[in-house]
């Protein structure tokens, strides 16, 4: 588990960036792959999630997780909230109650943990190239402001995720980016005559033009096999049906 050292600072609150250490999966699932919607058994990704919920809180309330769809939508998790069986289709969850575990399943993509101190509130975003192009951290940040949060208290966390020299794309790919704002250019590499992306970065650019100052990058690649994430990426280049995922978590003490 890895710790956002601005994250940490913060008492009230405890999170973590899970990489697939420490669970009981096999295979292409080793070991702590998170994900419902993958092809694990079912058994063993409910043990593994009860395994990352004792490693933030062990006396807290299960894991709340969504049916993520790379989109713009949130859920606002407020008190005596009820939700059916079925998870909510989101990419975003934001809550203020306590003992309340709340995360977002990533294998690439990126992961964003925030928190405003003053409010005491928590989100945890899914931003993967889709929906972070569509807006979602904006409207995110514009929801929390509108129930109190404040820009200047509010920290953000941007978790592991593939990195620039791992993400190759086609030129269509970097046209849309262009053709929504020509300043997009930035997040783009050219290397022998490949295009690279910069996710992570233009995921905390979107957080800085949101007059968010308080972030945290952890710089770590998801690709790399070294690293010991789950990455789609990877078991796609290695032609495996299927990949495990990554989880990560906040929860108000």
Wanted: proline share 2%; with cysteine; aromatic share 10%.
């Amino acid at each position: 588990m890895i710790k956002s050292k601005r994250l940490f600072e913060q008492k009230k609150i405890s999170h973590g960036f899970f990489n697939r250490k420490g669970g009981k999966s096999t295979g292409i699932y080793k070991s702590l792959n998170c994900g419902l919607g993958s092809k694990d058994k079912k058994n063993k990704v409910q043990i593994n999630l009860k395994i990352a919920k004792n490693k933030i809180s062990k006396n807290s309330k299960n894991i709340f997780l969504l049916n993520q769809i790379h989109s713009n939508k949130f859920i606002f998790i407020k008190k005596n909230l009820k939700f059916g069986k079925k998870k909510p289709y989101a990419d975003a969850v934001i809550t203020d109650q306590e003992k309340l575990p709340i995360a977002v399943l990533t294998a690439d993509c990126v992961p964003i943990l925030l928190y405003d101190h003053k409010k005491n509130m928590i989100a945890a975003v899914h931003a993967g190239w889709k929906g972070a192009f569509k807006g979602i951290i904006k409207k995110v940040i514009n929801f929390m402001l509108m129930q109190g949060c404040e820009k200047k208290s509010i920290v953000a966390a941007i978790g592991p995720c593939i990195r620039q020299k791992s993400y190759k794309v086609k030129k269509n790919f970097m046209n849309k980016f262009l053709k929504k704002d020509i300043k997009n250019k930035i997040f783009f590499k050219r290397k022998k005559n490949i295009l690279y992306f910069n996710l992570p970065n233009f995921v905390k650019s979107q957080l800085k033009s949101n007059q968010i100052t308080k972030i945290d990058t952890i710089n770590i690649d998801t690709f790399n096999k070294k690293n010991n994430f789950f990455s789609a990426r990877r078991a796609l280049k290695l032609k495996q049906d299927d990949y495990g995922r990554n989880i990560s978590i906040i929860m108000i003490n």
